[in-house]
T-cell receptor, first 120, second 110 residues
Framework: GAVVSQHPSWVICKSGTSVKIECRSL??????MFWYRQFPKQSLMLMAT?????????EQGVEKDKFLINHASLTLSTLTVTSAHPEDSSFYIC????????????????FGSGTQLSVL | DAKTTQPNSMESNEEEPVHLPCNHS???????IHWYRQLPSQGPEYVIH???SNVNNRMASLAIAEDRKSSTLILHRATLRDAAVYYC???????????FGTGTSLTVIP
């Protein structure tokens, strides 16, 4: 199946600094990617939908100025956590739709391996 | 968004079949039923999905109730590697977001 690569796997940063997380579709073009956040022992929470060449669509309650999403190419979407604070420490996961899903029957997601962010 | 309800946890003995239930009583006619699983510290992995008919693939089977208000993911022979959190999700199909519920944590006992 399609491969989604996420980098870095983990990052530790000081409070107040910004952190960029990359999500790449390795062998396909992804016009749409999704960013999720997951706290320990909780489910995934959708943060935003990233659309190539246009602004991201954020879920209610997610600060778009804090979580900057850029999807400048068909194979790369980035999430930048600006001025990170300890409460932003979480597991961030990106995903992209199945490129073969041109029809309704093949609509599924491939996920990156996630980025564990720890803010000190 | 249509909601799903799953048991918080289940246990299974190794090499035995596992039936993971999911209730989705508010499902609409165009909602697809998806199953993903997540191992610790990893991103979720696609398992199976369907609309109305039962589906089989190399990983599992999906049994969908006739009224579509519930479904069951079937792992035919559980292995230790199947220990994960299994999520049942409804999607409107192409162009729709995927919202995860609480999922079922499956423990496989050797």
């Amino acid at each position: 199946g399609a491969v989604v690569s996420q980098h870095p796997s983990w990052v530790i940063c000081k409070s107040g600094t910004s952190v960029k997380i990359e999500c790449r579709s390795l062998d396909f073009q992804a016009t749409t990617m999704f960013w999720y956040r997951q706290f320990p022992k909780q489910s995934l929470m959708l943060m935003a939908t990233s659309n190539e060449g246009s602004k991201a669509t954020y879920e209610q309650g997610v600060e778009k100025d804090k979580f900057l999403i850029n999807h400048a190419s068909l194979t790369l979407s980035t999430l930048t956590v600006t001025s990170a604070h300890p409460e932003d420490s979480s597991f961030y996961i990106c995903s992209a739709r199945d490129p073969a899903g041109e029809g309704w029957t093949n609509e599924k997601l491939f996920f990156g391996s996630g980025t564990q962010l720890s803010v000190l | 968004d249509a909601k799903t309800t799953q048991p918080n946890s289940m246990e299974s003995n190794e090499e035995e079949p596992v039936h993971l239930p999911c209730n989705h009583s508010t499902i609409s006619g165009t909602d697809y039923i998806h199953w993903y699983r997540q191992l610790p510290s990893q991103g979720p992995e696609y398992v199976i999905h369907g609309l109305t008919s039962n589906v089989n693939n190399r990983m599992a089977s999906l049994a969908i109730a006739e009224d579509r208000k519930s479904s069951t993911l079937i792992l035919h022979r559980a292995t230790l590697r199947d220990a994960a959190v299994y999520y049942c999700i409804l999607s409107l199909g192409r162009g729709n977001q995927f919202y995860f519920g609480t999922g079922t944590s499956l423990t496989v006992i050797p």
